[in-house]
């Protein structure tokens, strides 16, 4: 089945420590996002990419990084950086402009 | 940055009744989208509204794209048990295709 993979689906981070949460899909869309969800808000952007080795910074980029090595692939990095991480992460992707976009089943990262 | 208001945060209803919700933003946008979100899991699209004043319907959900370009709304009748999660709209800017702007949720409980 096409669809996007996001894992591990719970990560917990120790102080001082860089995290990477997984995103894949295979349903060869071109763009791909990172969202953060907290509680009572909506989705907000922390990173896009529209092609393969390019991507932009959304709303929430601080201490946060990515990467765009593959079509379908896009790692999302918490970095040590940030200072409050605890949140429901989400992966979405969209097959162009305008298209609406899919998400997948989402990471919740929690401090240790 | 852009914000989308969205209307009411939360519902209690009872099983049958209609429900009603909707979002309004400050400036034009050209698509809409409505989604559905369970506890622990990523959105799922429920319908896509890309004219103004399209009138849109999936099963027992109905979405229209309002006139002004500025609004959306969605109604769901006929409320049973499963429909129970937070729906969130969301809308692309007409100057910006890259990015999906999303509203904060409506948390729908419907009691049996």
């Known amino acids: 089945d096409g669809g996007i993979t996001q894992s591990p689906k719970y990560l917990f981070r120790k102080e001082g420590q860089n995290v990477t949460l997984s995103c894949e899909q295979n349903l060869n869309h071109d763009a791909m996002y990172w969202y953060r969800q907290d509680p009572g808000q909506g989705l907000r952007l922390i990173y896009y990419s529209q092609i393969v080795n390019d991507f932009q910074k959304g709303d929430i980029a601080e201490g946060y990084s990515v990467s765009r090595e593959k079509k379908e692939s896009f790692p999302l990095t918490v970095t040590s950086a940030q200072k409050n991480p605890t949140a429901f992460y989400l992966c979405?992707?969209?097959?162009?402009?305008?298209?609406?976009?899919?998400f997948g089943d989402g990471t919740r990262l929690s401090i240790l | 940055g852009q914000q989308l208001n969205q209307s009411p945060q939360s519902m209690f209803i009872q099983e049958g009744e209609d429900v009603s919700m909707n979002c309004t933003s400050s400036s034009i946008f050209n698509t809409w989208l409505w989604y559905k979100q369970d506890p622990g899991e990523g959105p799922v699209l429920l319908i896509a509204l890309y004219k103004a004043g399209e009138l849109t319907s999936n099963g027992r959900l109905t979405a229209q794209f309002g006139i002004t370009r500025k609004d959306s709304f969605l109604n769901i009748s006929a409320s049973i048990p499963s429909d129970v999660g937070i729906y969130f709209c969301?809308?692309?800017?007409?100057?910006?295709?890259?990015?999906?702007?999303f509203g904060s949720g409506t948390k729908l409980n419907v009691k049996p």
């Open positions: 969301a809308g692309q800017h007409i100057n910006n295709f890259n990015k999906f702007y």
């Open positions: 979405a992707s969209e097959r162009g402009a305008a298209q609406p976009q899919h």
